[in-house]
Nanobody, 126 residues
Framework: QVQLEESGGGLAQPGASLRLSCEAS???????MGWFRQAPGKEREFVAA????????AYADTVKGRFTISRDGAKTAAYLQMNNLKPEDTAVYYC????????????????????WGQGTQVTVSS
């Protein structure tokens, strides 16, 4: 059984940085991992994703240029480096994974991911 454990959330001031980590226990290398987020009163939205083979990435327009997703194949872990944080980035961030290598057009679809973490809160406020 694959389990995803997120860490690294917290409180940050606008313009600051945070780094989220997600470790996938019980998973082999390969597949696709990513991050979604959900703010209070809003729908869940795609943030970023990465394909293990090739390292292809995809980002939501709202975070492009500020967030960077990466992976560590040796640990089956994914990371989300968040720079220049804005108050509108405040949300619960969920790590996701599938053992399948998704096609690029499917990276942003939450229905394509089989495993979800419990979520980690990110709050951006002065």
């Amino acid at each position: 059984q694959v389990q995803l454990e997120e860490s690294g959330g917290g409180l940050a001031q606008p313009g600051a940085s945070l780094r989220l980590s997600c470790e996938a226990s019980g998973a082999s290398s390969g597949g696709t991992m990513g991050w979604f987020r959900q703010a209070p009163g809003k729908e869940r939205e795609f943030v970023a994703a990465i394909r293990w083979s090739g390292g292809n990435t995809a980002y939501a327009d709202t975070v492009k240029g500020r967030f960077t997703i990466s992976r560590d194949g040796a640990k089956t872990a994914a990371y989300l480096q968040m720079n220049n944080l804005k108050p509108e980035d405040t949300a619960v961030y969920y790590c996701v994974r599938t053992s399948r290598r998704l096609i690029l057009s499917a990276l942003s679809l939450h229905s394509q991911y089989d495993y979800w973490g419990q979520g980690t809160q990110v709050t951006v406020s002065s």
